[in-house]
């Protein structure tokens, strides 16, 4: 390498060791664009339509999920009503849907039962505040060290202690409380002559409808079909079930105020809960977030530090209402990308329904019978029992069923905490016993060096540059060394930040970005977490295809699964050494 080529990388390397400056006015000048779209004649009855279907499955699921969590219905109600134009507004993500999330709920219910429901407002101030303060603080990249197997198995767990603990209340029996999931089945099982048959029955349809109403078509309201359906039923028929009850009327539903302090020996424990919830939301709404932007791409690119702003000013306006915490809900989310929507505005009109919902017919929401609620809850609990996102971490790394196991089980045995602390030791133990066991691995973290390579060992089609002659004789080379793992998350970050100052300063300097090559023959071993958020970020970076990102060396099996899991369309040219269209790299800088 040349001594101006060797200057070159290292002025690269220095500028993107450069911290991101903070989000002093939260990402506002990055958003005002976004909002300028909302009212764009092409789009506005698309988005408007899609926010009201959205809003149409909101309200029964915000009803659902705050009896889920043990809190008042109006609880859910406002919280939807006011964190969903915050978060549609202020996050990272055009399309996403923000509001309480049935993840979340059994969270909730373990925050209120061990420390009251007036702590909650609290809480859900204490987790926006965290959001906010990492969002400006550009830390959305910590939010990610959860391992993806270990958030797996804590949605299968809420899953299930969903069904179990929705069961009773579908079939109009009283269970005592305190119960496991096996002793509310054993419950259940010594007493099923306590089962009203009425309610079971409007269980079984409220459920049945949600799951068989999509299939007819894909944007109906599935769940307000089902839940007013139920209610119909209820009160033409007569029948003898337990009804939601009253809520309060208008606006007096939306009560805002400062919460009470807790004393101050209560606030070690209050900490506590409040961590393992804005942990939770966080890797939740970002995951979520993630996912929504594979399925449709729109001007504004994904930004996890500002989702991170958007869910905390979410949750904050939340608290300030009295309300539960929040996260971009995926459910609802995907519903909007299906339904058409282009920009933020479903998210503010959902909002509204919901608001119109509370404000105009609290009435017709208190005769909505509870076992249709449960028939909700358990539709969606069912959905969460079998995660796609394990699918993918066990294809990837069988090893990933111990994290998974040991968070679905320690939820079961010892509580929601306990589970989710059991998982994330666990993955960390899988990793250094990786460690441990893999003479080939030096490291323990991935790390990356930064070289050229002569161009003619490059496969890129040269078609895609306007002048394509210039291209120079060698390109940029990124090594990858090491496990790529959810340990590998700020390395891949600044690995991300280097290749972004690159394609900058190329614009800039010579007024294209030439291609940039990722080389995966260092790499150990693979986890899907790891792998799936450099996939991720390489392709953000690369602009979804603008700029040419090619990596090299995928010849083996675990890395080339890996890769498929977590890029099926191969949006990243990808070769390896058995691949016949590649030239085996001889580069004296290249020393794999």
Not at 65 to 70: D, H, N
Not at 584 to 589: G, R
């Amino acid at each position: 390498m040349s001594d101006s080529e060797d200057n070159d990388t290292k002025t690269t390397a220095a500028s993107a060791k450069k911290p991101a400056p903070a989000k002093l006015d939260f990402g506002v000048s990055s958003l005002v664009p976004e909002w300028k779209r909302m009212f764009s004649q092409d789009t506005l009855f698309t988005d408007i339509s899609a926010g009201i279907t959205v809003g149409c499955i909101a309200v029964p699921l915000s009803l659902a999920i705050a009896l889920a969590s043990g809190v008042p219905a109006e609880v859910g109600l406002v919280t939807a009503a006011v964190s969903g134009v915050a978060g549609g507004l202020m996050g990272g993500t055009t399309l996403a849907v923000t509001g309480p999330a049935a993840a979340i709920s059994l969270l909730v219910v373990s925050a209120v039962e061990q420390h009251g429901l007036e702590a909650l407002p609290i809480i859900t101030l204490g987790c926006g505040a965290l959001q906010v303060a990492s969002g400006v603080s550009n830390l959305g990249v910590a939010c990610k060290l959860v391992p993806v197997s270990v958030i797996a198995g804590f949605t299968t767990g809420v899953g299930t202690m969903i069904l179990t603990g929705q069961l009773p209340k579908a079939l109009g029996m009283a269970v005592p409380s305190g119960l496991n999931p096996i002793e509310v089945l054993s419950f259940v099982a010594q007493h099923t002559s306590q089962v009203n048959s009425s309610a079971a029955a409007l269980a079984v349809g409220t459920s049945a409808a949600m799951f068989y109403l999509p299939k007819l078509h894909p944007k109906m309201p599935s769940a307000l079909l089902a839940v007013g359906g139920a209610t119909l039923a209820t009160h033409t028929l007569g029948l003898d079930v337990t009804l939601l009850g009253s809520i309060p009327s208008g606006l007096e539903a939306f009560q805002i105020g400062i919460p009470s302090l807790p004393p101050m020996d209560a606030v070690p424990s209050l900490a506590a809960t409040t961590l393992l919830i804005y942990a939770m939301c966080s890797a939740e709404s970002l995951l979520s977030c993630a996912a929504l932007e594979k399925m449709k791409k729109t001007p504004y690119k994904y930004n996890p530090d500002q989702e991170l702003v958007g869910q905390g000013l979410a949750n904050l306006t939340a608290g300030m209402f009295f309300g539960m915490p929040v996260t971009s809900v995926i459910a609802r989310s995907s519903l909007n990308v299906r339904l058409g929507a282009s920009t933020r505005l479903p998210a503010l009109v959902q909002s509204g329904f919901v608001f119109s919902s509370v404000a105009l017919f609290s009435q017709s929401i208190s005769m909505i019978p509870m076992s249709a609620l449960s028939g909700v809850l358990i539709t969606t609990g069912i959905g969460m029992l079998n995660p796609a996102e394990f699918k993918h971490c066990y294809a990837v790394q069988k090893k990933d069923a111990l994290p998974f196991a040991a968070t679905f089980g320690g939820m079961l045995a010892f509580g929601l905490a306990e589970g989710i602390g059991i998982g994330c030791v666990s993955a960390v133990a899988l990793h250094y016993s990786d460690k441990l066991n893999l003479e080939i691995l030096k490291m323990s973290k991935m790390k990356y060096t930064t070289s050229t390579i002569p161009t003619e060992d490059i496969h890129f089609d040269i078609s895609q540059h306007v002048n394509a002659n210039t291209i120079p004789n060698r390109l940029p080379l990124y090594q990858l060394n090491g496990p790529i793992n959810f340990i590998s998350m700020f390395e891949i970050d600044r690995l991300m930040k280097e290749i972004q100052e690159n394609i900058e300063k190329q614009e800039i300097e010579i007024g294209r970005v030439d291609p940039i090559v990722v080389d995966l023959d260092g790499v150990t071993t693979v986890e899907f977490t790891g792998v799936e958020e450099l996939v991720n970020r390489l392709i953000e970076v690369g602009d979804h295809g603008k700029y040419p990102i090619q990596i090299i060396h995928c010849e083996d099996d675990a890395v080339r699964n890996a890769m498929d899991q977590c890029d099926p369309t191969h949006k990243l040219v990808r070769f390896s050494k058995t691949n016949p269209d590649e030239v085996e790299i001889h580069s004296e800088n290249n020393p794999f």
